[in-house]
């Protein structure tokens, strides 16, 4: 019959157009050869607590040189004590430097050359040191904004320019940008803290097309929520409504999270994420972003739609936890 010879003519289309779409996005995707941390220099910004200490652990455990950068030289101390109970060979040596990341882009330079000159050129560079204030948007003081893009933004472009152009001229390198969930997803009370971790996200994007040629590799990781003492302490201040939505889902190890982001950094993916509920926001937030393999790709494309709707309908349930906050406030208010 005409019309079955017409479906089938369809179908076999269809089959051909989705395998030639694979092989042409196979043919885009660049994987690069996952990196040896054995022996390397690795830079960690903010590696004196939560999630820097136990990326650095991580590192140290696999071999790795580690210069840790944060501001309080008691903590920087205990962790560098802390960090060397991991070592795997004799040789290895942890150093730390007191600096803030935020302040100007010369000394941040200044001390990461004297990290090189003691341990050898940067192999991977961890952007980790972070701060967060939790509030409502007209409530924050305009400083809260200020103070959190020098951090969490421009704390991290600073190490990156100390290591880049070593970097390109080796033509390796590994740079990790510490970013959160808060940099997918925008969420109430998160106005000055979601900002800046988005912004990394544009800037990682934009250098790793630079870099790509000269084969060093940027990853952008995406943390939840996680048990460490910054978290704790942003906790103390957590609007009601905040608070809510983020026990939608679990709290996480420092340590997990930070096997995660090496693993990711080491194999030169582009996007790190946690758990399931990370995966889908990877997926759903991949955007222009570059794939690191085929199979990533092929996820993107299948799967975006079926997230989408999965998304809205969180959404719905954070939108409807503030409007059931604003009622309750409202009428109390009034009985007051
Ligand atoms: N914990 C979470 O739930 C979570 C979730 C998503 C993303 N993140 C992100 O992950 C990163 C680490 O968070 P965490 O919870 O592990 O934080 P944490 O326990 O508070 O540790 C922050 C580290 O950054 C350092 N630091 C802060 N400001 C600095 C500055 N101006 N200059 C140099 N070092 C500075 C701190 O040391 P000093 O104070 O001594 O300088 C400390 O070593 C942050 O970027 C955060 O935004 C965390």
Request: glycine fraction near 8%; proline fraction near 4%.
């Amino acid at each position: 019959m005409p019309w079955v010879a017409l479906l089938l003519a369809a179908g076999g289309v269809a089959v051909l157009s989705a395998l030639l779409m694979v092989l042409y996005m196979g043919s885009l995707v660049t994987s690069p050869k996952p990196m040896s941390l054995s022996g390397a220099h690795v830079v960690v910004t903010g590696g004196s607590s939560g999630i820097g200490k136990s990326i650095a652990v991580e590192c140290f455990k696999q071999g790795a040189f580690i210069t840790l950068l944060a501001r309080n030289e008691s903590r920087l101390v205990e962790a560098k004590k802390e960090i060397e109970k991991y070592a795997v060979n004799d040789k290895q040596v942890v150093q730390c430097i007191s600096v803030d990341v935020s302040k100007d882009c010369a000394s941040v330079e200044r001390v990461i050359k004297q990290a090189q000159d003691k341990l050898g050129p940067v192999d991977m560079l961890v952007n980790c040191a972070g701060t967060s204030v939790t509030g409502k948007f007209e409530e924050l003081g305009i400083s809260n904004f200020e103070e959190l893009m020098s951090v969490n933004y421009l704390g991290s472009v600073y190490p990156a320019r100390a290591v880049i152009t070593t970097m390109k001229e080796r033509r390796m390198g590994r740079i990790v940008f510490v970013s959160s969930q808060a940099g997918q997803v925008g969420l109430f009370g998160f106005t000055a803290y979601s900002a800046t971790k988005f912004a990394l996200r544009g800037l990682a994007e934009a250098l790793q097309m630079e870099v790509k040629p000269y084969n060093v590799y940027i990853t952008v990781a995406y943390p939840p929520d996680t048990d460490t003492p910054g978290f704790a302490e942003e906790n103390k201040t957590k609007l009601l409504e905040t608070r809510l939505i983020s026990e939608s889902s679990p709290v996480c190890k420092p340590e997990h999270v930070a096997k995660i982001i090496i693993k990711d950094s080491i194999q030169g993916k582009f996007s790190s994420s946690v758990g399931t509920d990370g995966h889908m926001l990877n997926v759903l937030t991949s955007g222009m972003s570059p794939m690191s393999s085929l199979a990533e790709a092929l996820e993107t494309v299948l799967c975006m739609g079926v997230f989408r709707i999965i998304g809205q309908y969180y959404i719905a349930s954070f939108d409807s936890i503030v409007r059931r906050c604003m009622i309750q406030k409202e009428k109390s208010e009034k009985t007051d």
